[in-house]
């Protein structure tokens, strides 16, 4: 099963007949995408990161670290935008290598 599916599948299960508050509760619909790029720490490699953050793809990264030559992005995206963020990110890093694509899980805090 596809995560478009997956969607599509939880939207329906929404009784919006039963409901009596104004506020609804929709699952979420966001996904992570977790991306590495093997870089040296160079100025080419500094530069490619600039040109990530300065491109439309800079306002999905969530997370970014570095360990050792290794550059570790994640990226916080709406499932429509997901085709737009790899191609982009393809664009800007070709070298970049996705590592996994999963859904966000929002936690609830117990008061």
Do not use: C, W
């Not at 506020?23 to 530069?47: G, K, N, T, Y």
């Not at 999905?60 to 709406?78: K, M």
């Not at 982009?88 to 999963?102: F, G, H, N, S, Y």
């Amino acid at each position: 099963m596809n995560l478009a599916s997956i969607q599509n599948n939880r939207r329906s299960s929404i009784d919006l007949s039963r409901r009596h508050d104004t506020v609804l509760a929709f699952p979420s619909q966001r996904v992570l995408i977790s991306a590495a790029v093997h870089s040296e720490e160079d100025e080419a490699s500094r530069e490619r990161i600039r040109r990530l953050f300065h491109s439309p793809l800079g306002v999905y990264v969530s997370h970014a670290s570095r360990d050792q030559n290794e550059l570790h992005l994640e990226f916080d995206v709406a499932t429509e935008d997901i085709e737009f963020t790899l191609r982009t990110l393809k664009k800007v890093l070709p070298e970049a290598v996705v590592e996994d694509i999963r859904p966000r899980v929002f936690n609830r805090r117990q008061h």
